[in-house]
């Protein structure tokens, strides 16, 4: 039988001990004590916390694998054998319709044969010519004319006439092959 008055006697000298040996101490070194005993039990805190997090954590994904795996394998089962039946009773296997078409409420017209297809024809546009010497101030987007595309072939500079803004062209040789 465990003795409960010899285990607390034994506690309270070792307790007594520990008081002594405080109040010895310089009151600085009393201060770093109780800061020290206080940092140790804050991070004991912290790190069971994040401990029983971790094992929280590890526990979920677990039994969200479980599932999802668990799932997966009777959703394969139950499409096996859904063919396995249609297969050995002949039956004509079901078409579902797509959900997209009962979400927007469009319902989808009977299929034509191909004769009874109307053949769709091509819509004719003009088609506008771009110029190849045209160009284009990039801040304000009106044509360069031609005395401002003169000079920046000549010098290499122009700048817009309507806001102003300055272009420098550089010269590339391109080998032919």
């Known amino acids: ?3 409960w008055r010899q285990i607390a006697d034994q506690a ?16 600085y070194s009393q201060v770093f004590v109780i800061m020290a005993a206080v940092g140790v039990i804050i991070l004991s805190v912290v790190i069971v ?15 969200k694998g479980v599932y999802l795996l668990l799932k997966g394998i009777f959703t394969g089962l139950y499409k096996l054998f859904e063919e ?9 296997k079901p078409i579902k319709e797509s959900s997209d078409k009962e979400c927007y409420g469009q319902s989808e017209a009977p299929q034509q044969s191909y004769e009874e297809q ?8 003009e088609i506008q010519i771009v110029q190849p010497n045209a160009v284009f101030c990039s801040e ?4 360069y004319t031609e005395r401002m595309i003169e000079q920046l072939s000549e010098n290499g500079t ?8 300055g272009y420098k062209s550089i010269k590339v040789e391109v080998e032919q092959y």
């Open 118 to 125: 109307e053949i769709i024809k091509p819509m004719q546009k």
């Open 140 to 143: 304000c987007g009106s044509q």
């Open 49 to 63: 916390y994040y401990t029983l997090k971790g094992v929280a954590y590890l526990v979920y994904y677990i039994l």
């Open 84 to 92: 396995i039946y249609y297969e050995v009773s002949g039956k004509p």
């Open 12 to 27: 309270l000298l070792y307790w007594q001990e520990f008081i002594t040996w405080f109040l010895a101490l310089p009151i």
């Open 158 to 165: 122009a700048y817009c006439v309507f806001c102003g803004k």
């Open 1 to 3: 039988m465990v003795d």
